[in-house]
């Protein structure tokens, strides 16, 4: 009997907690306050941030296996990369470069350098001063997609430009 009361109880606490509804941190209507923390506003992203060129740009170009020229898709997307910096002179770039896990580190390296080169050099054709890109090889230290196929390593040969 003491143990049937002191489960029912139990249960009651149980249901109790469930059934009550939290109440929200802030009363904002939506009107597109600016988050400092993520760059985003209640309609997307702040124009210009980050998180701006990450969605509506692009922030990354693929290369095929050992190779680091650039694709006709590597192309447009460095069109959209080269408009935006246009748009937002203030805004630098560094460009990283990144293999998949195949060669040894020392020629992944090599070749990463040789991919975010590629990204630089098509960005300052396009109108960019250099002096807004840096570039930096993780040849095959940082990737993206884990996996020993195909699938992964084409997601993990890729240049990635990110905003300073």
């Known amino acids: 009997m003491r143990i049937t009361l002191v489960s029912l109880f139990a ?3 149980l ?9 929200t941190a802030g009363t904002g209507t939506g009107t597109g306050a600016s988050t400092a923390t993520t760059g985003t506003t209640a309609r997307g992203p702040v124009p210009g941030s980050k998180e701006d060129f990450v969605a509506n740009v692009g922030d990354r170009v693929f290369f095929a296996f ?3 020229n650039l694709s006709a ?8 990369q080269a408009a935006w910096l246009r748009q937002w002179s203030n805004q630098r770039l560094t460009i990283e470069g990144h293999c998949d896990e195949r060669g ?6 090599a070749l990463g350098e040789r991919r975010a080169n590629a990204v630089k050099d098509y960005l300052v054709a396009q109108g960019i001063s250099a002096s807004r890109l840096s570039t930096i090889s993780y040849g095959k230290e940082r990737p993206v997609v ?10 993990n040969r890729r240049g990635v430009s990110v905003p300073q």
């Not at 249901?15 to 109440?23: D, M, N, Q, S």
């Not at 040894?104 to 390296?109: A, D, G, K, P, V």
Request: glycine content about 2%.
């Open 66 to 68: 050992d190779k680091s």
């Open 104 to 109: 040894t580190r020392e020629y992944n390296l």
């Open 146 to 155: 884990l996996g020993s196929n195909e699938a992964a390593w084409a997601q």
């Open 11 to 13: 249960a009651a606490l």
């Open 73 to 80: 898709d590597a192309s447009r997307t460095l069109e959209r």
């Open 15 to 23: 249901l109790a907690a469930c059934e009550t509804t939290p109440e």
